[in-house]
Each structure stands twice: as structure tokens, then as C-alpha cells.
């Protein structure tokens, strides 16, 4: 027989700790979930402790990362529903140990499936349910473990578990949203790509010897097409290797810091998309301050958990700043008032809700006003985007044009003459 020292919660979310005797960590488990009890650490004793004593011998640090661990990416929709289905496991008393053997039974993704068995066999071994996502750092990102381990911790579970829900469900709305707004204007700059490419390849070469034979100087705009129609046609295998190396390298670019941090400047600076990152990024930044709040998270904790789900490196650093606010014994509101990645009015709100102790419904009130304000703009998006896709086909077919009829009416004027 072995002792354990276990920390448990019963169905109301009241902390029990239990010191069971029995013969194996899978048989300790069992014992307690026969009592109803949902298990959050467990610990082997070698001698019988005192019930403060078997308190402490509870606390479990949290476990390394294991490299032989199965971690991939999950689907969004993949995550949500784990999550929405988790929650209603608990909330009708299933055990954790059970539950992950079911969901991995129906599950179709056979990664997942294989990411739901290594968290059984931790599970039984003593982690807590947070630290078995921990070692699955890409199918349960730092953001989501964290909330989890809060939950954990403050009894609140379930209730963590719906709002990590909604954030996910909010997230894919507006992901397509977006998608749905670009379509058309994709499509569009496609099909037009399409035609200049057939235009240059096999339309202009068969005018080329037509105009070299006209003599004299060619318009500038004839000479720039045939130029690149030349090319082209006699260095494509050359021109497609250039144009792939400079989208390979602009890529490699792009991941650097300073790179990043140019092309997020640059797209701030556009109209419209400008707004709507500032949008999405005091959305984004209301929703994490409520959910970590309602978790038990500390402030400047979940700030700097924040920052590394924000992709814009200027509104990871102003978040940032706001936690360096915040440890040098600055309040919520006064460090956010330098912080451009919240609107004027969402950093009033929320220093309304600060002063007031009602920081979560400020949240809220935030996230339900910017939530319609991002979704305006998303469903809009084609729309707003069309005058200047308009003025950019105008320009394209113009150029195009004068290149192909200026030669022409030069003609008709010297045959005039």
C-alpha cells in the first residue's frame, strides 16, 4: 500500500485535500473520482504526514516539457468544440479521466485522438488537467493553459471554459468575416493578373514585329510593354525563379523583427485596413483583460500573456508597457493611456470600470461595442476596397491601351500627311 496526497474539488468547486492509501496512482484516482471529487494535483508520500503536512506535499510544480510528446497545430473549430463539450462534461459530473476517453473515441483527427491519450496517461500520473495541456504547447496555446490552470485553481472551471469558448467562437467569426470580405477583390486582382499574363505572352509579341517595322521612335508606354513581354517570353523559366526568390526572401523578411515591426507600420498607416487592426487589436485586448480577470489571473500576469498572442509588434510593445506600468505601481487606466493599440473610448471605459470595481462589465461593454465595429467593417470590407480596386483596373487597362493604340494613331497620322 502507498500514501497519496491528493488536491481535489468536489461538484460545488470547494477545495478537499485527501490523503488516500492504496496501491497505484490510477487506483488513487479511481477512489476519488467513486467520491465524486475532480482531481487537480496528486502526490506519492513515503511516510504518513499530517493533514498540513499532506496540504503541502500536494503542491506539484509544474512538469517540464517532454520532447516525446505528440504536438500539432489544432483546428479552431477542433478547439472549440473540445472546449464547449468539456464543459458540459464537467457540468454534469463526468470525470476528467473519462471524458478525455471519449472525446478521443469520437474525434476524426487522429493526432488529436493520439493528444487526448498522452493527457490520460498524465492525467493518471499525477499532473493536473492544465499541465497535461502544457506539455501540448501548439494544440493548447499559453493563453489557453493559463485560463485553465486559473480555473483550476479558483474553482471556476466550467465558467472559464465558456468564456475560453466564446474568445475562440469570436475569433473564427471574424476570421471569416475577413475571408468572405476578400473574395472579390482577390478574385478580381486575380483574373486581371490572368489576362495581362496572356496579354503579354501571346497578344503583344505578334505587334512587336508589326511596330519595329513602323520605324522611328515607339511611344514610351509601347516600349515598357514590348520590353517586358520580351522578357518574358525569352527569359520565363529566368523570371520565374526571380519572382519566387523574391517572394522566398520578402517572406524570410517579413518573420524578422525589424521586418515585422516595417510592415506593420506600413499597414497602420492604410485607411482602412489601419482601422481595422486598431479595432481588432482593442477587441482582441478587452476580451483577453476580461477573461483573465473573471479567471482570477492577476493584471500584469495576464498583460504579459496578452502580448505574446498579439501578432502587431507595436501593440505587443504598448501592452507591454502597460505591464511595466502596472509593476512600477501605475493603475490599469494610467498606463493605458499611452497605449495607441486601445481606442480613446475603450481606455475610458475601462478606467470607468477600474474606479468603480466593476472591471469585467467595462470589459464586456468594450468587447460587445468593438465586436460590431470590427464586423461592420469586415462585411463592408469589399466595399469600401472598391473605389480603390477601381482606380487601379482604370490605371492597368489605360496603360495597356495607350501601349497597343498610340503606335496606331501615329500612323494614321503620317498616312494622313
Request: with cysteine; charged share 20%.
Amino acid at each position: 500500500m502507498a500514501s497519496y496526497a491528493c488536491e481535489t474539488r468536489d461538484g460545488s468547486g470547494r477545495l478537499v485535500q485527501k490523503v488516500v492509501e492504496v496501491d497505484s496512482h490510477a487506483e488513487a484516482i479511481a477512489v476519488l473520482e467513486a467520491a465524486g471529487l475532480f482531481l487537480i494535483e496528486i502526490k506519492q508520500i513515503l511516510e504518513p504526514l499530517t493533514p498540513k503536512a499532506a496540504a503541502a506535499a500536494a503542491k506539484v510544480a509544474a512538469p517540464d516539457l517532454r520532447a516525446d510528446r505528440t504536438d500539432v497545430r489544432l483546428k479552431s473549430k477542433v478547439l472549440l468544440n473540445f472546449t464547449l463539450q468539456t464543459s458540459a462534461m464537467l457540468d454534469a459530473g463526468v470525470p476528467l479521466l473519462s471524458l478525455l476517453e471519449s472525446f478521443g473515441r469520437q474525434t476524426e483527427d487522429p493526432m488529436f485522438a493520439k493528444i487526448l491519450t498522452e493527457m490520460r496517461e498524465d492525467l493518471s500520473s499525477g499532473m493536473s488537467f492544465s499541465q497535461a495541456m502544457q506539455q501540448h504547447p501548439k494544440a493548447f496555446p499559453e493563453i489557453y493553459a493559463s485560463t485553465v490552470a486559473a480555473g483550476e485553481q479558483s474553482g471556476t472551471l466550467n465558467m472559464v471554459l465558456d468564456n475560453l469558448a466564446e474568445y475562440i467562437e469570436t475569433n473564427m467569426e471574424i476570421r471569416a468575416d475577413v475571408r468572405s470580405a476578400l473574395m472579390y477583390p482577390a478574385a478580381v486582382i486575380v483574373t486581371l493578373g490572368l489576362a495581362v499574363t496572356v496579354l503579354v505572352v501571346f497578344v503583344i509579341p505578334r505587334f512587336s514585329g508589326f511596330y519595329s517595322g513602323l520605324g522611328g521612335d515607339l511611344p514610351l508606354p509601347t516600349r515598357i510593354l514590348m520590353g517586358v513581354s520580351s522578357a518574358v517570353v525569352n527569359y520565363g523559366p529566368l523570371v520565374a525563379f526571380g519572382l519566387v526568390a523574391s517572394v522566398v526572401a520578402f517572406a524570410r523578411w517579413a518573420r524578422t523583427e525589424m521586418g515585422s515591426a516595417q510592415i506593420d507600420r506600413g499597414l497602420l498607416k492604410i485607411p482602412i485596413i489601419g482601422h481595422l487592426l486598431r479595432t481588432a487589436s482593442t477587441l482582441h485586448t478587452a476580451q483577453m483583460i476580461g477573461l483573465f480577470s473573471r479567471a482570477g489571473i492577476p493584471v500584469l500576469q495576464g498583460l504579459r500573456t496578452i502580448a505574446e498572442t498579439i501578432a502587431s509588434p507595436s501593440a505587443r510593445k504598448e501592452v507591454l508597457d502597460v505591464a511595466e506600468g502596472i509593476a512600477a505601481g501605475e493603475t490599469l487606466s494610467d498606463s493605458m493611456e499611452r497605449a495607441e493599440c486601445m481606442s480613446p473610448s475603450a481606455r475610458q471605459m475601462v478606467s470607468v470600470g477600474e474606479a468603480s470595481g466593476n472591471l469585467e462589465p467595462a470589459c464586456d461593454a468594450v468587447v460587445r461595442h468593438f465586436k460590431k465595429e470590427v464586423r461592420y467593417i469586415t462585411k463592408n470590407l469589399g466595399t469600401l476596397i472598391e473605389p480603390v480596386l477601381t482606380v487601379g483596373l482604370a490605371v492597368i487597362v489605360l496603360f495597356v491601351a495607350l501601349a497597343v493604340f498610340m503606335p496606331m494613331w501615329d500612323m494614321v497620322k503620317v498616312v494622313g500627311k
